[in-house]
């Protein structure tokens, strides 16, 4: 099965810190993608990568950047932290046995004091 | 943009049977996915369809309308442990890519 690791479930960090959310997959997957969720605005989609170095913005990209400099490594960063940026982060990778759907990270949840 | 729609919140009772509903206004339609998402958890996989028709899992079952633009989820003989949301997802074909788009999810309150 596909492990998706993000490295805290819990952050806490304070208005315009430089904060980084990282994400590891251990099956060589090409596509990974970084969503938050909010209540009654469900998963939204912030950025994708399809290989190393390649990256494309999602739905909602303003505040954030990413790096994939190793295939198995897909990092979010929000430059400047803001209070609206107070949410759950989930990291996904697309593929695997069932049509190609997403296996998810257990998610971080983020909290911008 | 991409429309995905189900209730916000259902109830049923322990031992019955529920369905949830999807409907789907997409730019285009490579599959529609379902998730279970247990309360600060992350989203799983439940099931996938691609073809009209209804797809067996155990007490879980989905079903595919494309013409529609429609799907639902059924879940039988309720247990407690199905207290969640669950998270309707359409792939659709973008440039270099087949994405998921998510519904925000019906959250079921099993009772008993």
């Known amino acids: 099965d596909v492990k998706v690791t993000q490295s805290s479930r819990y952050l806490v960090k304070r208005t315009g810190e430089k904060v980084f959310l990282e994400c590891v997959q251990d099956m060589d997957h090409e596509n990974m993608f970084w969503y938050r969720q909010d209540p009654g605005l469900g998963l939204r989609l912030i950025y994708f990568?399809?290989?190393?170095?390649?990256?494309e913005k999602g739905d909602i990209p303003e505040g954030y950047s990413v790096s994939r400099e190793k295939k198995e490594r897909f990092s979010l960063i929000l430059e400047s932290a803001s209070t609206n940026q107070t949410s759950m982060y989930l990291c996904?990778?697309?593929?695997?046995?069932?049509?190609?759907?997403?296996?998810f990270g257990s998610g971080t949840r983020l909290t911008v004091v | 943009g991409q429309n995905i729609d189900q209730p916000t919140e259902m109830t049923a009772t322990e031992g019955a049977i529920v369905q949830i509903n999807c409907t789907y206004q997409?730019?285009?339609?490579?599959?529609l996915f379902w998730y279970q998402q247990h309360a600060g958890e992350a989203p799983t996989f439940l099931s996938y369809?691609?073809?009209?028709g209804l797809e067996e899992k155990g007490r879980f079952s989905s079903f595919l309308s494309r013409s529609k633009g429609y799907s639902y989820l059924l879940l039988k003989e309720l247990q407690m442990k199905d207290s969640a949301s669950y998270l309707c997802a359409v792939r659709v074909p973008q440039t270099g890519a087949n994405n998921l788009f998510f519904g925000t999810g019906t959250r079921l309150t099993v009772i008993p």
């Open positions: 997409t730019s285009g339609f490579n599959g």
């Open positions: 990568s399809y290989d190393v170095k390649m990256k």
């Open positions: 996904a990778t697309k593929g695997g046995t069932h049509g190609y759907g997403y296996t």
């Open positions: 369809n691609v073809l009209d």
